[in-house]
C-alpha cells in the first residue's frame, strides 16, 4: 500500500509562487505514474499535471508554462512549482500515485489547500 502526504499549501497573491510536495511512503522510483489534480469549490478534480517513471511529463493547459512537476529519489518526494499564479488556480491540491507493482489501485493523498487572491 502507498502512503501519500502532501504540504506547501497556503494563501498567495497572484503573481506568486508555491511548492507543494508529495512525500510517499515507498520508493518512488517504484512509482510509475505521480500526478497532480485540483478541485476547486464547486467544481470537478481536475488532472493538472502527470510525471512518468521521471521521464515524461504532461500539463493541463491552463498551466502548461508555469506549473513544473518533478520528483527526487532521494528524498521520495514528488513536487509541484507553481510560478505566476492566478485567483483561478485557487483549489485543493492531490497528489496521486499509480505503479505497477502496486495493482491497478490509485493512490491519493488527502490534498493541501491553495488560495491566491487577486
Known amino acids: 500500500q502507498v502512503q501519500l502526504v502532501e504540504s506547501g499549501g497556503g494563501l498567495v497573491q497572484s503573481g506568486g509562487s508555491l511548492r507543494l510536495s508529495c512525500a510517499v511512503s515507498v520508493s518512488i522510483s517504484s512509482i510509475d505514474i505521480l500526478a497532480w489534480y485540483r478541485q476547486g469549490s464547486g467544481k470537478q478534480r481536475e488532472l493538472v499535471a502527470t510525471?512518468?517513471?521521471?521521464?515524461?511529463?504532461n500539463y493541463e493547459s491552463s498551466v502548461e508554462g508555469r506549473f513544473t512537476i518533478s520528483r527526487d529519489p532521494v528524498r521520495n518526494t514528488g513536487y509541484l512549482q507553481m510560478n505566476n499564479l492566478k485567483p483561478e488556480d485557487t483549489a485543493v491540491y492531490y497528489c496521486?500515485?499509480?505503479?505497477?507493482?502496486?495493482?491497478?489501485?490509485?493512490?491519493w493523498g488527502r490534498g493541501t489547500q491553495v488560495t491566491v487572491s487577486s
Open positions: 496521486s500515485a499509480r505503479g505497477n507493482r502496486f495493482g491497478p489501485t490509485e493512490y
Open positions: 510525471d512518468s517513471s521521471g521521464i515524461f511529463r
